[in-house]
């Protein structure tokens, strides 16, 4: 899946990061590592130890300068107007509260900066998207992640200036760009 599909979304995430200073959340063991820009400080975060762990092999592994933190996105420890790309790929599938994990990506962007988020939503087909609500508790039991999410409804719900959503064609996949 990763090679076939994802690296093709991933480069085109990666490729629309303005600024300097980025924030990564969810860095998970580090598969956007290979697109990180030359000569940005770049600082990923996760909440969880195991990946962090993980990430840190491939960052000595790979060469890659980048700064791992172990931190909740729903409560980030940096301050307002810290970033000027905060940037993510399948994260808010399983971040607990979107909302409040949004509104901090938020807070730390800078003012004109953007938040750059590429997730997999629930299908806009009435049937398709049935059948993942019917699925859904399985999923989260298995791999604790959401597939019935509505992220590109809960970016637009927040205070960003503009939303710009590219999905390629795909109904479940969505590269959304969001400006403060
Ligand atoms: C499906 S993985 C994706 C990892 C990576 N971004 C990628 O594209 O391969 C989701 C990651 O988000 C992290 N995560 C989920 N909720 C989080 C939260 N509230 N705060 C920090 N990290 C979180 C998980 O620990 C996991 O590493």
Redesign the pocket.
């Known amino acids: 899946m990763e090679g076939l599909f994802f690296k093709s979304w991933r480069k085109r995430l990666w490729a629309q990061v303005e600024g300097h200073h980025i924030l990564e959340?969810?860095?998970?063991?580090g598969?956007?590592f290979d697109y990180y820009p030359q000569d940005a400080r770049i600082t990923a975060?996760?909440?969880?130890g195991q990946?962090l762990k993980q990430a840190a092999q491939k960052r000595e592994r790979k060469n890659v300068s980048v700064e791992l933190e172990l931190?909740?996105?729903?409560s980030l420890c940096f301050a307002d107007n810290s970033f000027d790309t905060v940037i993510?790929?399948?994260?808010f599938?399983?971040?607990?509260s979107a909302i409040k994990?949004l509104k901090e990506l938020y807070r730390v962007c800078k003012p004109g900066g953007q938040v750059l988020l590429l997730e997999h939503v629930l299908s806009s087909n009435r049937l398709i998207a049935a059948l993942m609500n019917l699925l859904n508790p399985i999923v989260v039991r298995l791999v604790g992640?959401n597939i019935n999410r509505n992220t590109v409804k809960n970016v637009k719900a927040c205070a960003f200036t503009s939303v710009r959503v590219d999905d390629a064609g795909s109904d479940i996949i969505k590269l959304i760009e969001a400006r403060k």
């Open positions: 959340v969810g860095v998970g063991t598969k956007n975060i996760d909440f969880s990946m931190m909740d996105i729903q993510c790929s399948f994260v599938c399983s971040v607990p994990g992640a």
